[in-house]
């Protein structure tokens, strides 16, 4: 066989892969009677959900006659329960993890076979550990944060019942995250290929033809490896065709809610420690969002440099065949350009994650603003009370 089962999935995804299992997230085998196991269990655990959820038999932080709130509330469990019914389905019903990892352990069979370059697993291990590391303060917050409350108030219950799907759009969305780690991982290692080559290229510029004949070939199959690497790009925005989106969506609406309710249990005398849950779950999902694009950008520089390595050779460009090759590669860098995109709504990038954020912003503003209207003051009125009943001890 072409590759060698296990290596890459040992060295990044495989704690992800039981994690998803023991919160009953992933079947542990791909049978048909599993899957049905799962989806029966996840409709039923759902159902018990909505049904507990729309009885309004628990304590709320916010005035029930405060229509805007309430209806704020029961949107953020909308999108709560469908992000994770999206999520479940797709991880039950369409996960492509295994055809993705047999495209990248061949890339690193021919890495090692056609350059005689291995994959750093030491630099992919570092990568997936930060982010594991990440998400287990993450979760390890959350669910402090949610004891907390539930010892010091009575309407942490509602955290309770929301604390497994916020777990489970964060295990996905850091799911994602790993993927892109092991793709920056192969672009640094084509990069490095791609310097030796070019070396190499310059050291036999004088020997005879069966010498450069191999060089040659090499070029070819750098163009291949890119090609293959973009494929699997490809595979993994269709593994996370639909999740990605809804999570991303999920995020924007709790990360411009949450400081919003920060702002009422201020206003309603409500305790601290539903402030403090607010503020470390605002936390937790920026920093998920900020790694994830941060690893994308960083791979599309890479690409970017990659693409200019080839572009500005002038090493014997009088050789015809050397000049085709180059051609063939720079013309395929320059035409396939790298982005992860969320079920081509939105590209993961630094320039989305700053167009999140402004957003974010602005929704909090409207947030505010239609509270103030809805709770039936002027808002100099409302502004006035809630500063004055913030200079109180």
């Excluded at 995109?341 to 320039?351: R, T, W």
């Amino acid at each position: 066989m072409w590759h060698a089962p296990g290596k890459l999935h040992e060295a990044s995804l495989r704690c992800m892969r039981r994690l998803m299992q023991c919160i009953l997230l992933l079947p542990p085998r791909p049978h048909v009677q599993l899957k049905l196991l799962y989806t029966i269990g996840l409709l039923i655990y759902l159902a018990f959900i909505i049904r507990w959820r729309f009885s309004f038999n628990y304590g709320v932080v916010y005035d029930r006659n405060d229509k805007f709130s309430r209806v704020v509330d029961l949107l953020n469990f909308v999108t709560l329960t469908v992000a994770h019914f999206t999520v479940a389905m797709e991880l039950i019903w369409r996960n492509r993890s295994d055809e993705i990892e047999q495209q990248l352990e061949r890339m690193r069979y021919v890495l090692r076979v056609q350059f005689g370059h291995k994959v750093n697993l030491l630099r992919l291990c570092r990568y997936c550990n930060t982010i594991y590391c990440l998400l287990l303060i993450c979760c390890l917050m959350l669910f402090l944060m949610t004891i907390y409350n539930h010892v010091v108030t009575n309407t942490a219950l509602l955290l309770f019942y929301a604390i497994y799907s916020e777990l489970v759009l964060l295990m996905r969305l850091s799911n994602f995250t790993l993927y892109a780690a092991l793709i920056l991982v192969f672009y640094v290692e084509l990069r490095e290929a791609s310097l030796r080559l070019i070396l190499e290229l310059d050291k036999t510029r004088f020997e005879v033809w069966s010498l450069r004949r191999l060089s040659l070939e090499r070029v070819a199959m750098l163009q291949h490896l890119h090609g293959l690497l973009w494929s699997t790009v490809r595979s993994i925005e269709r593994n996370f065709e639909l999740s990605l989106v809804i999570v991303m969506l999920k995020y924007f609406v709790d990360t411009s809610v949450l400081p919003y309710w920060m702002l009422v249990n201020r206003h309603n005398h409500v305790n601290i420690s539903t402030t403090y849950y607010c503020a470390t779950e605002e936390l937790c999902k920026l920093m998920g969002i900020f790694v994830s694009s941060f690893i994308c950008t960083r791979c599309a520089l890479l690409q970017r440099q990659l693409r200019s390595i080839f572009h500005g050779l002038t090493t014997d460009r009088q050789n015809a065949q050397l000049n085709a090759a180059l051609y063939r590669i720079s013309g395929q860098l320059g035409q396939e350009r790298f982005e992860f995109s969320a079920g081509g709504l939105l590209v993961i990038n630094n320039e989305t994650l700053g167009k999140f954020i402004f957003g974010m912003v602005s929704y909090i503003i409207i947030c505010i603003q239609f509270r103030l209207t809805m709770i039936g003051k002027s808002p100099a009125e409302a502004v006035e009370n809630f500063v004055t009943d913030a200079q109180l001890p």
